[in-house]
C-alpha cells in the first residue's frame, strides 16, 4: 500500500511540474508575448491578422516580415532563440520591411493599445487544449486502478502532449524560449508515443527493458542537444511525424493481432476521428475565409481525443461507473456540432452579406433552421453515436424481437452468451452479469461478464437464495453489507420452459443509476423466457452434433476395420488362392479376370480408408487424383496443383479425414453426375491453415445461396449435405458455387485454432 502511495506521490509531484510549466507558457503567451497589434506565421513570416482599424493602416494580410527593426527574418528563422519583435509600449514606431505582391517596401509601423481582440485571441487558443491534457492526466492519477505500466504511460502521454501544444501556443513570440521547449516535448514524445501505443490496449509481445531504456535516454539527449541549439530546429517536426506515423502502425497491428481488442479500438478510433475532422476542416475553412473564430471554434472537438483515450484504456474497469453519463453524451455532442457548424454559418454568411441587419436575418435563419434539423435528425445522430461511439448495438425496443431472430441461429452455448453479452445487455446498458444453467441437477456457469467473485456463484445455498428474488430488484449494498456474496447482484430472473426452471440470470450494475424499472424488468423478463428456450436448444443441438460426431467416428473406424480386413485377409487369401493355381491353369482371361478383382479390392480399399492418411493429408489427396485418374469408368483427367511446404505433416485425425472425405466426395461428384472432362484439386496446405478448392467444367446445377440443410435435404443432395456436416464438425468454412453448364467450385478452408 505504501509502494501505491508512493507512486502517486511522485506521480502527483511530476504532474504538478508539468502544470507549473505549462501555465508558465500561458502566461508568457498571454502577458508576456510584446503586444504589436498583429499575428504571423512564424514559419514563414506572413501576417495573419491584423488587430486594428485604423483607416492609415499600411500593412495588410497577406504581408510578409522580412524585418523588423534590425532583426530581419532569415536570423528569426535560423535561430529559435531570436525575438522578432522586441518588447514594446503602445506607440512604439516600429521600422518594418514587408514584402506585398512580389515587392519588397518599408512601412513605420505605430502599435496600437492593447485591445480586446487581440487579447482574446491570445486568450481563447490552443493553451486551453493543453489545460485538458494535463487534467485528463490527473484524472487518471486520482482515481485510475491498477496503478500499472500502461497507468504511467498514459499519464507521460496527457503531460508531454500538454506541453508540446501550450509551448508552441504563441512560440512565435519566443517568450520563456517556448519554441525550444516545444521541441524538447516533442522529442520525448517520440518515445511515449510509441511506449504506449505498444502497450494500448494490450501489449503486442514483451520487450527487454534496456530497449526502452535506451530509446527513452536517446530522446533525452537530442532534447538536452535542442535546449543548447545543437541540432537543427526542424529534426523535432520529423520525430513528431515518426511517432504519429508509428502509432498508428502500432494501432493498425493491435486490430490485425488482438481481434478481441477490435472493438475498442473501433470506439477510440470513432472518438478521436470526431474531434480531429471537424477540428481539420474548420481550421481550413478560417484560413480560406479569414475567419479565425472558425480555427478557435474547432478547437472544442479536440477536447474529445484524450477522453477517447481515457474511456477505451479503463472502460472495463470503469464498467459500472465510467458511463454513467451515457445518455448526455449524445446530446453534448451534437450541441458541438451545432455550435460549431451555426458559428460556421454565421462568419461565412456575414463575410458574403452586404445589407443592414444582415446579423439578425442570419442568426434568425440560422436558429429555425437548427430547431427543424434537431426535430429531424437528432434520434438518427444520437442513434450513430450509442452504435459507434458507446457501443451499444440496438435500442432496447428493438432487442426483444432481434434476440429472438438471433436465438434460432445460436445453436451452441458459446454463440448464445457472445450474443447476450455483446448485443442485448449493451442495448440495456447493462455492464455486469452471469448466466447459470440447470444441466444434469447441476448448476454450471457459462459466463460471467465485469465480475470479480465467480467461484460463489455455483454455491447451491446461493443459488436458492437467488432464485427466491426472482425478478425483485436489489439495492446496492450499504457499507455494513458490502461484504455479502455477490452483492453486485441487482435483479435475478429464473429461466424456466415449461414448467421447469433451466437457469438463473444475473444483471448487476447498470448505467445511468444502476436501477431496474418496471418496464425494464419487464422486457427483460421476455427476454429471459427466450434465453430459456435458447439454451434448452443449444443443449440439444450439442447432444444431437455430440451423437453425430461419435456416429462419424463410428463409421470412419467401420471403414478403417473393414478396409483393413479387405487387405490384410481378402487380398492376402486372393493372393494364396492366386499361387495354388498350376501353371498350365493360368489363361489370359483367367489372369484377366484376377487383375480386376485385385484392382476392385485395392480400390474399395482406398475408397474406405486410404492407407496414405496415415503419411500425411497431401499424400492422401495425391493417391486420391492419381487412383481417380486411373478408374477405367471413367474419361475425366484429374489435376493435382496443391502446394504445401511439408507434404508430411500431418494435422488431428479427425481434421483430415473430414477434409479427405470432402474432396473425395467433390471429384466423384464431378466424374459421375457432372460428367466433367477435368477436374482440378489445388490449394494450400500448412500448419496454420489448410485451404482446398476443387474445380471442374461439368454440366453444373442451380446451387441457391440461401439454400439450407432443410432444403439440401429436401431435394435430395445427401452428398451437398455430407460435406457441410462434416465441415461444420471440424470449424471449417466449406463454400459450394455452381451454375447450370458452367461448372463447380467447391473450396473448403480450416484454420488450426492451435495456431500463433
Keep these: 500500500m505504501r509502494e501505491i502511495l508512493r507512486h502517486q506521490t511522485i506521480a502527483l509531484l511530476v504532474s504538478v511540474m508539468f502544470l507549473g510549466v505549462i501555465l508558465l507558457m500561458a502566461y508568457g503567451r498571454i502577458y508576456v508575448a510584446p503586444y504589436v497589434g498583429l499575428d504571423f506565421e512564424p514559419s514563414t513570416g506572413q501576417i495573419r491578422t491584423i488587430f486594428s482599424n485604423a483607416a492609415d493602416v499600411d500593412l495588410r494580410d497577406g504581408d510578409y516580415i522580412k524585418q523588423v527593426d534590425s532583426v530581419t527574418f532569415e536570423e528569426y528563422d535560423a535561430d529559435i532563440r531570436v525575438q522578432l519583435f522586441p518588447a514594446v509600449a503602445p506607440g512604439t514606431i516600429l521600422t518594418m520591411r514587408i514584402e506585398r505582391d512580389g515587392e519588397e517596401r518599408t512601412v513605420l509601423w505605430e502599435t496600437p493599445d492593447v485591445n480586446l481582440w487581440e487579447f482574446e485571441n491570445r486568450l481563447l487558443n490552443v493553451w486551453l487544449l493543453g489545460l485538458v491534457f494535463w487534467l485528463a492526466s490527473l484524472s487518471t492519477i486520482l482515481f485510475v486502478r491498477p496503478r500499472d505500466n500502461r497507468w504511467l504511460l498514459l499519464i507521460a502521454f496527457y503531460n508531454i502532449t500538454a506541453l508540446w501544444l501550450t509551448a508552441g501556443d504563441g512560440s512565435q513570440w519566443v517568450v520563456f524560449r517556448g519554441p525550444t521547449v516545444m521541441r524538447m516535448a516533442l522529442w520525448m514524445a517520440l518515445p511515449i508515443y510509441l511506449h504506449l501505443h505498444w502497450t494500448f490496449p494490450r501489449p503486442l509481445r514483451r520487450v527487454p527493458a534496456i530497449v526502452w531504456v535506451l530509446f527513452y535516454s536517446g530522446s533525452l539527449v537530442l532534447a538536452a542537444l535542442q535546449w543548447a541549439n545543437l541540432i537543427p530546429a526542424g529534426l523535432a517536426y520529423l520525430a513528431f511525424v515518426v511517432a504519429i506515423v508509428g502509432s498508428v502502425v502500432l494501432l493498425g497491428m493491435h486490430y490485425d493481432t488482438q481481434p478481441a481488442s477490435r472493438s475498442a479500438l473501433r470506439s477510440m478510433a470513432f472518438g478521436v476521428s470526431i474531434g480531429l475532422l471537424p477540428a481539420a476542416i474548420l481550421a481550413v475553412m478560417s484560413s480560406f475565409y479569414d475567419t479565425p473564430l472558425l480555427g478557435r471554434a474547432g478547437l472544442i472537438f479536440l477536447i474529445l481525443v484524450p477522453l477517447a483515450y481515457f474511456r477505451t484504456a479503463y472502460r472495463r474497469q470503469f464498467a459500472e461507473h465510467s458511463l454513467r453519463a451515457n445518455q448526455a453524451i449524445s446530446l453534448i455532442i451534437y450541441l458541438m456540432l451545432v455550435a460549431v457548424l451555426g458559428t460556421t454559418i454565421l462568419s461565412v454568411g456575414l463575410t458574403w452579406a452586404d445589407f443592414a441587419g444582415a446579423q439578425l436575418v442570419i442568426g434568425s435563419l440560422l436558429l429555425i433552421g437548427i430547431a427543424a434539423i434537431s426535430a429531424l435528425a437528432f434520434s438518427r445522430f444520437q442513434r450513430v453515436v450509442e452504435r459507434y461511439l458507446l457501443e451499444i448495438p440496438y435500442e432496447s425496443g428493438q432487442v426483444a424481437h432481434i434476440y429472438a431472430e438471433r436465438i434460432t441461429r445460436s445453436l451452441d452455448t458459446p454463440t448464445l452468451t457472445t450474443v447476450i453479452q455483446d448485443e442485448v445487455l449493451p ?39 437467488f432464485i427466491a428474488q426472482d425478478g ?6 450499504t457499507d455494513g453489507e458490502a461484504d455479502r456474496p455477490c452483492a453486485w447482484v441487482r435483479l435475478v430472473l429464473n429461466l424456466v420452459y415449461d414448467g421447469d426452471l433451466v437457469g438463473c440470470w444475473l444483471l448487476g450494475s447498470r448505467d445511468p443509476d444502476d436501477f431496474y424499472g418496471p418496464g425494464d424488468i419487464s422486457t427483460l423478463r421476455l427476454l429471459a423466457n427466450q434465453t430459456a428456450v435458447a439454451i434448452l436448444n443449444a443443449e440439444q443441438a450439442e447432444r444431437l452434433r455430440a451423437l453425430y460426431e461419435a456416429n462419424i467416428d463410428r463409421s470412419e473406424h467401420e471403414r478403417r476395420e473393414l478396409a483393413n480386413s479387405i487387405h490384410d485377409e481378402i487380398l492376402r487369401n486372393l493372393a494364396i488362392l492366386n499361387n495354388s493355381v498350376p501353371d498350365e491353369a493360368l489363361t489370359d482371361d483367367y489372369e484377366d479376370a484376377y487383375a480386376n478383382i485385385d484392382n476392385s479390392l485395392r480400390r474399395l480399399t482406398s475408397r474406405l480408408r486410404p492407407v496414405m492418411l496415415d503419411v500425411g493429408l497431401y499424400s492422401a489427396l495425391e493417391e486420391l487424383c492419381d487412383s481417380l485418374g486411373e478408374r477405367p469408368d471413367s474419361d475425366s483427367s484429374i489435376h493435382f496443383a496443391l502446394s504445401t511446404s511439408d507434404a508430411f505433416h500431418t494435422y488431428p485425425a479427425q481434421v483430415q479425414e ?19 472432362s477435368d477436374i482440378v484439386l489445388s490449394g494450400e496446405l500448412s500448419p496454420e491453415q489448410i485451404t482446398l478448392i476443387i474445380e471442374d467444367n461439368g454440366i453444373g446445377f442451380e446451387m441457391d445461396e440461401n439454400s439450407t440443410y432443410s432444403t439440401l435435404l429436401a431435394n435430395k443432395r445427401f452428398g451437398l449435405v455430407s460435406m457441410y456436416e462434416r465441415a461444420e464438425l471440424i470449424g471449417a468454412n466449406l463454400h459450394i458455387g455452381s451454375v447450370q453448364a458452367g461448372g463447380t467450385a467447391v473450396e473448403v478452408s480450416w484454420r488450426n485454432p492451435n495456431a500463433d
Aim: glycine letters at 0%; one cysteine or more.
Design 472 to 477: 425483485v430488484y436489489q439495492r446496492p449494498a
Design 427 to 465: 442495448s440495456f446498458l447493462v455492464r455486469q452479469s452471469a448466466l447459470l444453467a440447470l444441466r444434469d441437477r447441476r448448476w454450471q456457469l457459462l459466463y460471467a461478464q465485469n465480475v470479480a467473485e465467480v467461484t460463489c456463484l455455483t454455491t447451491p445455498a446461493l443459488i436458492e437464495s
Design 658 to 676: 473430414s477434409l479427405f472425405r470432402i474432396a473425395q466426395n467433390a471429384c466423384e461428384n464431378a466424374i459421375r453426375h457432372a460428367q466433367a
